[in-house]
C-alpha cells in the first residue's frame, strides 16, 4: 500500500479541526485546466491590472541575480524606506509575506486561549482565521449597511478582549469609516487591547478627509496598521506587506516573525515601487474609471451595488451568486462569489483594465438574460 494511502488519523490541536481555511480566487490556470478556455479574464482577487511600475520591475530583476544569497532577515532597507515614506521610527515597522503575515503575527503575539477577539460581519475571512489558530474566541458583531458597526463592536469589548480588527477600506464590501467616530472608538477601547487597522486599500481613497491611521500612532499605543504591496503597488506574486505600531509591539511580534519572511527580490521591488509616485497615480486614476463604468455598466443592469472605496465593486445579484459565477466562468470571465462572507447572493468583482470591465458586464448581462439570446438563470 502507498504510504499515502495508508490510514493516518493525526490529532491536531482542537481549534484547528474545526478551522475553515482562507478560500483564494481562482486563478486563470485552473479556470484553462477545468474548461480548456483561452484568454480569459481574472477579476476575483483585487489584483492591480497595470501589475508593477517599472521602477519596481527593475529592481526584482537586478536583485533576482542573488537568489543563492539569503534576504536580509531584518529588511533594513525595506524598513528604512517604509519609515521615511510615513514619517516614523524603523522601530515601529514590521515586515510581512504580505500583509496577511502582519495579521497573523498579531494574533500570535497578542491572542491566546482564554482571550477574546472582536471583528465585524462581512470581514476580512483572515481575521477569524487567525484568532481561532491560536484558540482564542471569536466574538462576531452585526454588520451596518453591509459595513462595521462600531457601537455593535464596543459592546462586544471586555476585560478579555485581546484584539479588535477593522478594515478600512473593509473587503470584500469596499465600505468605509470616517475620521470622527472611528477615532473615538479606538480612544474608547482599554489600554490593553490591540486595535488593528487594515488600511490595504487606503491608497485607492482619493478623499482628503479619509482617516490615516498612521496619523495616529502617537496618540494610540495599542493602535497597529497594517498595508500591503499586493494592491496598488501591483505586487500580489511577491507578497510583501507591513505593520506600524508602537516600538514595543513591533518588538513583541519580531520575536515571532519567521526569518527570512520577505525574500530579497520581493524587499527591492517594495522599496523601488514605494518611491514609484507616477505608477501609483496611474494605477488610481485607472482604478477611478473604471469603478465609474462598472458603477453604471451595473446599475445599468438593474443591480444593486454597495459603494465602494477600494478596487472592486460588490453587486447585488438578487440571488444567489453561486450560479452566475458558474456561467461566469464558462464566458472566459472570473469572479468573485462571496457567499462565505455572509453575502450569498453578491458577487465581487475587481476592477480591471477599461476592456476587462467592459467583457466582464457584457457577460454579466448575457448570464442575466439582459441581452437578447442571453441565458436566463433561475435562483
Known sequence: MSPTKAPFQPTPAPQIAALNPYVPGKPISELERELGIRESVKLASNENPLGPGEKARAAYAQA??????YPDGGGFALRQALARHHGVDAEMVTIGNGSNDVLDLVAR?????????????????????????????PQ???????GHDLDAMATLVNE??????????????????????????????????????????????????????????????NLIVTRTFSKIHG?????????????????????????????????????????DQDHIA??????????????????????????SLGNFVTVDLGRPAGPVDQALLREGVICRPVANYGLPNHLRISI??????????????????KEPGGEVLTA
Not at 533576482?64 to 544569497?69: D, F, I, K, P, V
Not at 472611528?182 to 479619509?210: G, H, M, N, Q, R
Open 64 to 69: 533576482a541575480m542573488e537568489l543563492g544569497r
Open 109 to 137: 503575539t497578542f491572542l491566546h486561549p482564554g482571550r477574546e477577539s472582536v471583528f465585524s460581519q462581512h470581514a476580512f475571512a483572515v481575521y477569524p482565521i487567525a484568532i481561532q489558530a491560536v484558540g482564542a474566541t
Open 140 to 146: 462576531v458583531a452585526p454588520a451596518l449597511d453591509h
Open 160 to 221: 478579555k478582549t485581546g484584539v479588535v480588527w477593522i478594515a478600512n477600506p473593509n473587503n470584500p464590501t469596499g465600505t468605509w469609516l470616517t475620521a470622527e467616530p472611528l477615532k473615538d472608538f479606538i480612544a474608547s477601547l482599554p489600554k490593553t487591547c490591540i486595535c488593528v487597522l487594515d488600511e490595504a486599500y487606503i491608497e485607492y481613497v482619493s478623499d482628503p478627509d479619509f482617516p490615516n491611521g498612521v496619523a495616529w500612532l502617537d496618540d494610540f499605543p
Open 235 to 275: 505586487l500580489a506574486a511577491l507578497r510583501v506587506g507591513y505593520g506600524l505600531s508602537h516600538p514595543r509591539a513591533a518588538e513583541l511580534m519580531n520575536r515571532v516573525r519567521h526569518p527570512f519572511n520577505v525574500n530579497a527580490p520581493a524587499q527591492a521591488a517594495a522599496v523601488a515601487a514605494l518611491e
Open 282 to 307: 496611474r494605477s488610481a486614476e485607472l482604478n477611478r474609471v473604471g469603478l465609474a463604468q462598472f458603477s453604471g455598466g451595473l446599475q445599468a443592469l438593474g443591480l444593486e451595488i454597495i459603494p
Open 352 to 369: 480591471g483594465l477599461e476592456t476587462e470591465n467592459a467583457r466582464c458586464l457584457a457577460a454579466l448581462g448575457k448570464v442575466l438574460g
